[in-house]
T-cell receptor
Framework: GAGVSQSPRYKVAKRGQDVALRCDPISGHVSLFWYQQALGQGPEFLTYFQNEAQLDKSGLPSDRFFAERPEGSVSTLKIQRTQQEDSAVYLC??????????????FGSGTRLTVV | GENVEQHPSTLSVQEGDSAVIKCTYSDSASNYFPWYKQELGKRPQLIIDIRSNVGEKKDQRIAVTLNKTAKHFSLHITETQPEDSAVYFCAASIIQGAQKLVFGQGTRLTINP
């Protein structure tokens, strides 16, 4: 597609519910990132995939957060037993990384998760 | 790890005046510094970036300067227009490896007509 697509656009979850957020990166983009953006804050790194390999998950806040990208394209961020502090916008970004021609990220529009 | 501080948190300028937003970073290995503009409810959009092998870069009304010795970089917007009103984020990254971006806290820029 022309851009990074995320769904759903909005999600309201009851505390304790599991949620799954989807990211469709730009076709052919090797790198995929998830960020969490709390209200009024800058995005914070969660995890990074190079193709299907999850190379960095140092930003995942707890073991309730899990991400996958099984075929190296679409990615899913899953949050189990959601809590109120999980309320945020979850941004996905992709990039076509090459040593000499990296152009930076393209972000999706995000999924706004509200836990009630 | 890397830490990025951004100032000011809010900035209000008259239309036509210039706006300057400043960021400092902690990791001397960082070599890529993008700036993103985010309008309410929208995705962050890259407006300009600079790599550590240059000190300044301009694109029409927008410029970024980098001082590697002092570990700070700044965004300059000249001849501001109402459509420049948004939240601006600076970030720092190391190009090699994971390309993880560390963002500043953001600056809400308001252009007053």
């Amino acid at each position: 597609g022309a851009g990074v697509s995320q769904s759903p656009r909005y999600k309201v979850a009851k505390r304790g519910q599991d949620v799954a957020l989807r990211c469709d990166p730009i076709s052919g983009h090797v790198s995929l990132f998830w960020y969490q953006q709390a209200l009024g804050q800058g995005p914070e790194f969660l995890t990074y995939f190079q193709n299907e390999a999850q190379l960095d998950k140092s930003g995942l806040p707890s073991d309730r957060f899990f991400a996958e990208r099984p075929e190296g394209s679409v990615s899913t961020l899953k949050i189990q037993r959601t809590q109120q502090e999980d309320s945020a916008v979850y941004l996905c970004a992709s990039s076509l990384f090459a040593q000499t021609s990296w152009k930076g990220y393209t972000f999706g529009s995000g999924t706004r998760l509200t836990v009630v | 790890g890397e830490n990025v501080e951004q100032h000011p948190s809010t900035l209000s300028v008259q239309e036509g005046d210039s706006a300057v937003i400043k960021c400092t970073y902690s990791d001397s290995a960082s070599n890529y510094f993008p700036w993103y503009k985010q309008e309410l409810g929208k995705r962050p959009q890259l407006i300009i970036d600079i790599r550590s092998n240059v000190g300044e870069k301009k694109d029409q009304r927008i410029a970024v300067t980098l001082n590697k010795t002092a570990k700070h970089f700044s965004l300059h917007i000249t001849e501001t227009q109402p459509e420049d009103s948004a939240v601006y984020f600076c970030a720092a990254s190391i190009i090699q490896g994971a390309q993880k971006l560390v963002f500043g806290q953001g600056t809400r820029l308001t252009i007053n007509p």
